[in-house]
C-alpha cells in the first residue's frame, strides 16, 4: 500500500533562516505530488506540483521554492523565511488520471518568529 | 477572491442526528467537487466526490448533494456519530484531470454524543 511522509511535524524558525521540508512517497511510482499550505482562517492553498523528476509548477509567486530530486521525493525551501510563511504545508500525492484525489501527509505547523 | 465559500466555520450535531455541512462557489467551470475530512495534527483524508453531470452520489452514511444552479452543494451525514468530529473542506476542479483543486476554509463539525 502507498504512504506518504512528512517531516518535521512542527518548526519552529527566526525570521530570515532557511526552511527545508521533506516529503517522500512509498508503494507508487511516477506520482504527481503537491505542497499545500493552509494559513491562519484560510482554506488549502495550491502552492506547487510536480508530475515528474525535476519537473515543478508554481500556483502562486511567493518567497519558497520546490524541488523533486527524485521520483518519490518532494522538498520545500526557503532562503530566508517571512513572518508571512507561517502555516500548515502539507505534502500530497495523487496517482493516474484522478490528480484531483489527493492522499496527504500528516503536515507541518510552521511558525515563523 | 474566494471561489469556495464554506460559510459556517462550525457546527454542533447531536449523535444520531443529521449533520448538513454546507459549500457554495463562484466558479461556473467547476465541474468535480470533493470533500475532504480532516482530524487535529493529520493531512486531510477523501471522503466523497462528485461530477457536475450527478446531482447527488451516496456512500453509506456518506451523501453528496449538487445543486449546479445555484452553485450550492452540500454533505449530509446521517447518522452523525462521534468519530466524524472533524474539519470537512468542501473542494472544485474545472476538470477532473486538473492538477488545481480550489479549498473552502472548512467546517469545523462536533457531534455531540
Known amino acids: 500500500s502507498q504512504t506518504i511522509h512528512q517531516w518535521p511535524a512542527t518548526l519552529v524558525q527566526p525570521v530570515g533562516s532557511p526552511l527545508s521540508l521533506e516529503c517522500t512517497v512509498e508503494?507508487?511510482?511516477?506520482?504527481?505530488l503537491y505542497w499545500y499550505r493552509q494559513a491562519a482562517g484560510r482554506g488549502l492553498q495550491l502552492l506547487f506540483y510536480s508530475v515528474g523528476i525535476g519537473q515543478i509548477s508554481s500556483e502562486v509567486p511567493q518567497n519558497l521554492s520546490a524541488s523533486r530530486p527524485q521520483d518519490r521525493q518532494f522538498i520545500l525551501s526557503s532562503k530566508k523565511l517571512l513572518l508571512s510563511d507561517s502555516g500548515f504545508y502539507l505534502c500530497?500525492?495523487?496517482?493516474?488520471?484522478?490528480?484531483?484525489?489527493?492522499?496527504f501527509g500528516s503536515g507541518t505547523q510552521l511558525s515563523v518568529l | 477572491d474566494q471561489q469556495v465559500k464554506q460559510n459556517s466555520p462550525s457546527l454542533s450535531v447531536q449523535e444520531g442526528r443529521i449533520s448538513i455541512l454546507n459549500c457554495d462557489y463562484t466558479n461556473s467551470m467547476f465541474d468535480y467537487f470533493l470533500w475532504y475530512k480532516k482530524y487535529p495534527a493529520e493531512g486531510p483524508t477523501f471522503l466523497i466526490s462528485i461530477s457536475s453531470i450527478k446531482d447527488k452520489n451516496e456512500d453509506g452514511r456518506f451523501t453528496v448533494f449538487l445543486n449546479k444552479s445555484a452553485k450550492h452543494l452540500s454533505l449530509h451525514i446521517v447518522p452523525s456519530q462521534p468519530g466524524d468530529s472533524a474539519v470537512y473542506f468542501c473542494a472544485a476542479s474545472e476538470n477532473r484531470g486538473s492538477y488545481q483543486l480550489t479549498f473552502g476554509k472548512g467546517t469545523k463539525l462536533s457531534v455531540i454524543p
Open positions: 500530497a500525492w495523487s496517482g493516474g488520471q484522478l490528480n484531483e484525489k489527493l492522499f
Open positions: 508503494g507508487t511510482s511516477n506520482p504527481n
